[in-house]
């Protein structure tokens, strides 16, 4: 569907000889090949097979969010080939990468990008908590917010905002839950049931769900 000159002016996934029928336009302008049955198959975020059937003779640009090193990662992991390795790479791609695995629903990459996110929580604990919250991961948002009590609240509210579940949920949670288990106050305890009861707090165990 784009041709042999257009092609080469594409970045592809090595050694991948399927036809190029859709380009994906990263937020910095790289555009990379791809294959629409490629991204029905490994996802459920990106339109169906069929969006690029048509008798135009040029294939179709998406433009996506992420920047192009994302952009390269989640098209290896869309092919049958062995999935890159993450582990190394700089952490705030690596949260871009999480937060879009999640957003494009590519299940394959998803645990993945969990566990390196995990092991980063003590160093990034903010944006770990951030991620985990986000997405439903109850676990990974408790081994998170461990690492966030002693912080000001104005530091959180920064970067949370003011709007923010997280940011309720952590002053809710990590600090009033704390401040409840050590005095043991009457009232104290009282916001916190009220927050059980309403639906806005879990018990312990389940503070982060969102």
Request: proline share 0%; glycine share 4%; hydrophobic share 50%.
């Given at each position: 569907m784009t041709s042999i000159k257009a092609v080469s002016e594409l970045r592809a996934c090595p050694d991948c000889q399927l036809e190029v029928d859709i380009i994906l336009e990263s937020s910095d302008g790289v555009r990379f090949a791809?294959?629409?049955?490629?991204?029905?198959r490994f996802s459920e975020g990106f339109p169906p097979a069929s969006f690029t059937s048509s008798s135009s003779s040029t294939s179709p640009v998406v433009q996506l969010e992420e920047k192009s090193q994302v952009?390269?990662?989640l098209l290896q992991f869309m092919h049958l080939k062995p999935q890159p390795d993450i582990e190394a790479i700089p952490f705030p791609i690596l949260e871009e990468l999480a937060n879009a695995v999640e957003k494009y629903l590519i299940?394959?990459?998803m645990a993945v990008c969990r566990m390196c996110m995990?092991?980063?929580a003590s160093s990034h604990a903010m944006h770990v908590l951030g991620y985990a919250a986000k997405h439903g991961h109850k676990t990974?948002?408790?081994q998170a917010a461990k690492y966030t009590m002693s912080m000001d609240f104005d530091v959180v509210k920064r970067f949370f905002g003011t709007d923010s579940r997280v940011t309720y949920l952590w002053v809710s949670s990590t600090k009033l839950h704390t401040y409840s288990a050590h005095t043991q106050t009457?009232?104290?305890q009282r916001a916190l049931d009220s927050c059980i009861a309403i639906g806005l707090l879990g018990r312990p165990t389940e503070r982060w769900t969102t």
């Open positions: 791809a294959h629409a049955q490629n991204l029905e952009v390269e990662l299940f394959s990459a995990r092991d980063q990974l948002a408790n009457a009232g104290v």
